[in-house]
């Protein structure tokens, strides 16, 4: 079946430093990847659709320039957090659908940390 | 606004009995719905789904019931088994596009 990978799964990091996360596909080409985060107790909250070779489509309310997103190649969408804040502390994740399939396929996530 | 709303936070069952989750939804427009598991530290895992113009779908000890008119969906497991125990999300599409997901309801079946 589909599998989609991200990294890293728990990162720590100082406030004002950026953070990079990864998600691939790793069997199948996404065109369209999507972004998610997760509050404690929380629902899943959509953050963009990550486009291949096009920008990335944002959800009211998200920063661009605070999440930036690239959709580089056919499997390779990274969401980098620019200069985090505590505030930024949560649980990232992506999720993309294989051609032909009905659902999405998530990955396993990322906790983001900042001190 | 909260498109998609699980009401209930928690839910304890006995194993072996069933185990119903809830789940409202507000926009009429929405025609496909799913029920993600997800576990602590990991991504929601598909569970199962369906469509608007259904009002039933099983696979096997899982069955989502789709009441249109009362904009409310719900799944069932039956038996339900200590491996169930997770958090439940259900979620809401328009045309097959990006999901809005419920709040989750964590599950626990106690042996």
């Known amino acids: 079946g589909a599998v989609v990978s991200q990294h890293p799964s728990r990162v720590i990091c100082k406030s004002g430093t950026s953070v990079k996360i990864e998600c691939r596909s790793l069997?199948?080409?996404?065109?369209?990847m999507f972004w998610y985060r997760q509050f404690p107790k929380k629902s899943l909250m959509l953050m963009a659709t990550?486009?291949?070779?096009?920008?990335?489509?944002?959800e009211q309310g998200v920063e661009k320039d605070k999440f930036l997103i690239n959709h580089a190649s056919l499997t390779l969408s990274t969401l980098t957090v620019t200069s985090a804040h505590p505030e930024d502390s949560s649980f990232y994740i992506c999720?993309?659908?294989?051609?032909?399939?009905?659902?999405?396929?998530f990955g396993a996530g990322s906790r983001l940390t900042v001190l | 606004d909260q498109q998609v709303k699980q009401n209930s936070p928690s839910l304890s069952v006995q194993e072996g009995r069933i185990s119903i989750l809830n789940c409202d939804y507000t926009n009429s427009m929405f025609d496909y719905f799913l029920w993600y598991k997800k576990y602590p530290a990991e991504g929601p895992t598909f569970l199962i789904s369906?469509?608007?113009?259904?009002d039933k779908n099983e696979d096997g000890r899982f069955t989502v019931f789709l009441n249109k008119s009362a904009k409310h969906l719900s799944l069932h497991i039956v038996p339900s088994q200590p491996g169930d125990s997770a958090v439940y999300f259900c979620a809401a599409s328009l045309n097959r596009g990006k999901l809005t997901f419920g709040q989750g309801t964590i599950l626990t079946v106690h042996p």
């Open positions: 069997d199948f080409q996404a065109t369209t």
């Open positions: 990550s486009n291949e070779g096009s920008k990335a489509t944002y």
């Open positions: 369906i469509s608007s113009i259904k």
């Open positions: 999720s993309a659908s294989a051609p032909g399939a009905n659902v999405l396929t």
